[in-house]
């Protein structure tokens, strides 16, 4: 129960990064932005919002994803697992 949480936990951090206006990882990427660059993403948020529904519509969210998911938790669990064995 606990991994799946994380699984779903750390599928939805990695989604928010994605660099699509309604998602968290736009405002991020804002930041690094050079301003040309950043009035261009600005006036084309209408763009970028038909690209976020096709992608999160279409199966192509879990083909960007699921690798990035799978390495995380993958890591997570090496990464307990080697602290379980410090103390069996």
């Not at 991994?3 to 998602?23: E, K, Q, W």
């Not at 990427?29 to 038909?50: C, D, G, Q, S, V």
Request: net charge positive; charged share 5%.
């Amino acid at each position: 129960m606990v991994l799946y949480g994380a699984v779903i936990n750390v599928g939805l951090g990695v989604f928010n990064l994605i660099p699509l206006p309604p998602l968290d990882g736009s405002k991020i990427l804002m930041a690094f932005l050079p301003y040309n660059a950043k009035r261009w993403f600005e006036n084309h948020t209408n763009l970028f919002y038909i690209i976020f529904i096709v992608i999160w519509i279409t199966p192509i969210s879990s083909m960007i994803i699921s690798p990035i998911i799978n390495a995380i938790t993958n890591g997570i669990g090496a990464l307990v697992g080697s602290v379980f064995s410090l103390f069996v």
